[in-house]
């Protein structure tokens, strides 16, 4: 059990809450109802392979990165709680439960299941390098609904991209907030954010354009596929709880950042899929 618990740390397997209901509204919107019980069963196992690959990789990457920080140096690897070995062996895991995943579903998506894997090895060094690294890092989460279309549809229409750029909008937004835990950390060793590059007011100007783009994009998907009321108002919900979540904190006032990027991103993922949902019944 204790090796389970490092393993569910290690990954953060909560956050997955994040992409999942995105990838559930990308299958929803893609067939206009509710896709097969194989399909849902499928995208969540290749989502959970994937996110834990994702996440697993990106500790693995930047252990030394997380020592050196005092607010990282407890987790897993730096602790030295889980080996390098243990990890590397958890990432071989979790790419063959996504690619066993991926070969269940629409055959359409087999050659692209290399794509996100591949951006998951990239993610951790951009921050090395430039402080465009938060939007790789949103659409890598926008792949989420991009996938679930493809892989109950077997296309890859527009409005799929157009969810695809909200969903990653929304999280380079949120990633601009997180960036402001390690500023000053980040500018020592000398990696690159968006707030070492613009600083605390640009990263929340930032954040403010980004998702204004995600609740545009929104409104481009439900044009282009002709919903009804319900998906409306899920919108104008994501609309409504991204104002409140900048509500929560402001430059020289990030007291409530955890609040804001932890538990309202959660609630308007799951708000999101719950009005598509009711909207396509």
């Not at 989460?141 to 409005?159: F, H, I, K, M």
């Not at 000398?190 to 204004?212: C, I, N, V």
């Not at 409104?219 to 991204?242: E, K, N, R």
């Amino acid at each position: 059990m204790r090796i389970a618990r490092l393993y569910y740390r290690l990954v953060k397997f909560e956050h997955t809450i994040f992409a999942l209901p995105f990838a559930y509204v990308g299958a929803v919107l893609a067939v206009g109802g509710i896709p097969s019980g194989h399909a849902l069963f499928w995208i969540t196992v290749a989502m959970v392979g994937a996110r834990s690959l994702a996440m697993a990789l990106n500790r693995l990457i930047d252990a030394r990165i997380d020592a050196a920080n005092p607010r990282t140096a407890g987790r897993e690897l730096p602790s030295g709680a889980l080996s390098v070995a243990a990890v590397v062996a958890f990432c071989v895991a979790a790419l063959v439960v996504y690619l066993v995943a991926v070969w269940q579903l629409n055959p359409f998506v087999r050659p692209l299941a290399p794509v996100p894997v591949v951006m998951f090895v990239v993610y951790p060094y951009l921050k090395r390098f430039t402080w465009l690294c938060h939007l790789w890092l949103g659409a890598v989460d926008g792949l989420a609904p991009v996938g679930a279309w493809a892989a109950v549809r077997g296309d890859l229409a527009w409005e799929a991209w157009a969810l695809g750029g909200a969903v990653a909008a929304w999280v380079a937004g949120f990633d601009l907030f997180y960036a402001l835990f390690d500023v000053d950390v980040d500018q020592e060793q000398g990696l690159h954010s968006w707030a070492t590059r613009f600083g605390e007011s640009g990263a929340f100007l930032g954040a403010r354009a980004l998702h204004l783009l995600a609740v545009v994009l929104l409104v481009a998907v439900g044009v282009g596929l002709h919903v009804g009321v319900l998906y409306w108002l899920g919108v104008a919900c994501v609309g409504g709880l991204l104002a409140y979540e900048h509500s929560l904190v402001r430059p020289g006032d990030l007291r409530r950042l955890d609040t804001a990027f932890f538990a309202m991103n959660g609630v308007i993922s799951i708000a999101f899929f719950v009005f598509v949902l009711a909207d396509v019944l």
